[in-house]
């Protein structure tokens, strides 16, 4: 994104609505957080409302092969339905439904560019990253007509999900959350094993980068805590102090 687009986007006036109507990062909340570790066991309640979702997984499983998809967005998934019960103003079953999806893209873009392009230096400008929005919109609106969601909720799903990596900014409480969550998976020791050998760096490396990158970009109070909490966990469980 050049710095012209990154103006147009903060001057959006879906961004600057979004910006009034929160104006304390990250966002407050009231509601309790949940930050124990991410493979806690589930409260029936919450494996209910996974188990809703199972119509979708059947359906891109050939998308889930790529890119660690199998391992990101189950993880987000989870850290999602935790920023959901945090945010009860929020849709949950868009943001739900938009971290499932928001990667399915990069099944559908040559599989040789992720690497050589998508992690690079310009990572975040990368054409690449702009196609793996593109076909993640197409894929879930595919996906989501065979299941039978309204044109108006499959567009709002595309809204979140296009621009999600390339735009600096969120418009919407949905958009935010589905942010956190995609990146929140990363401070999970698991994220962490992956995330460091796409980068052909060590936990340790991966761990520091965390730390000064990706804890500030986190939008809501309840993602800065989980965020923070796994990671110390994280770096412990992997002796990030010695092995490096
Ligand atoms: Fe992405
Ligand atoms: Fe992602």
Redesign the pocket.
Known sequence: MTTTEETTAVADPRAKAFAAAYPVRPIPTEQPINTDPISSPLSPDAAEELAKYNPIWERIVPESRTRGNDIHLPISLRFAQRLCDAYPEADRDLVMISVIL??TGWAHVDESRILSEGFGDNWRKAAI?YE??EQGCKVARRVLAELDYSEEFIEKVCQIIDG??TRPVAYSLEDALMRDA?RLWRFDHAGIALAASWFSQDPAWYTDRLTVEIVPELLTQAGFEMGTADLARSKELLQTGILR
Do not use: A, G, K, L
């Open positions: 928001h990667d990253r793996h929005e999600h990596d995609d």
